[in-house]
């Protein structure tokens, strides 16, 4: 859920700007226990994200996503069909969750702590992430590129999904919901040429 793993706003080595996520190169990951035992994972295709960089003053630093909810895939039809359905993320009245960041803080090394509004179901949320960089990357084809990582818990039932059904005492869908992202992040112009040398592969994979 949770797109959010956009905080890499805050590196050294880049300048002022406008940055976007790669979408062939980001992942926003969640998983929540089945039963307290086994871990079901899960991620959506479909995510949008980008910000304003300011390495210098990474408090001065923003971050935007907005995430496609019927995007949702967990290998498993059944199951996507019922996280989408009003037992979960009720996708025709909430097509999309956002997250807009608030906060940004340094707290050393290549790690920060990024604060944001997380809406979901109409119901917004102050959270949370712990982001680290891992990586840096600039070339003429590729593009000037920052990679990241990202993680957060937070309590569905805080954004309105209630299902709360139970087997011999335990919770079919737990509460807790993690999620793991990790992602690229291209100065916008570089990001508009990826995305448009990309179009004919995309289009010959449609063909």
């Given amino acids: 859920m949770a797109l959010v793993g956009v ?8 300048v002022m700007g406008t940055w976007k ?6 992942q926003v990951e969640f998983s929540a226990k089945h039963l307290g ?3 079901v994972r899960g991620h959506f295709a479909e995510v949008s994200a980008g910000g304003e960089l300011d390495p210098e003053h990474p408090e001065r630093s923003t971050v935007e996503a907005t995430i496609n909810t019927a995007s949702i895939r967990t290998h498993n039809e059944q199951r996507d069909n019922d996280l989408r359905s009003s037992n979960f993320l009720e996708i025709d009245k909430f097509p999309t969750m956002t997250f807009k960041s608030t906060k940004i803080e340094h707290t050393g090394g290549d790690r920060y702590k990024v604060t944001g509004d997380l809406t979901i179901k109409g119901t917004t949320k102050s959270v949370t992430l712990n982001a680290v960089k891992y990586g840096e990357f600039n070339d003429p084809q590729m593009g000037h590129r920052i990679g990241y ?3 957060t818990q937070i309590n569905r039932k805080d954004f309105g999904m209630r299902f709360d059904m139970m087997l011999d005492g335990k919770f079919i869908v737990s509460n807790e919901i993690q ?28 063909a």
């Fill in 37 to 39: 035992m086994m871990t």
């Fill in 179 to 206: 999620i793991n992202i990790e992602g690229e992040i291209v100065e916008a112009k570089e990001a508009e040429a990826t995305e448009k040398a990309k179009e004919p592969e995309a289009a010959d994979k449609r």
């Fill in 7 to 14: 905080d890499i706003v805050l590196l050294g080595g880049v």
């Fill in 149 to 151: 990582a990202a993680e």
């Fill in 21 to 26: 996520f790669d979408p062939y190169h980001t």
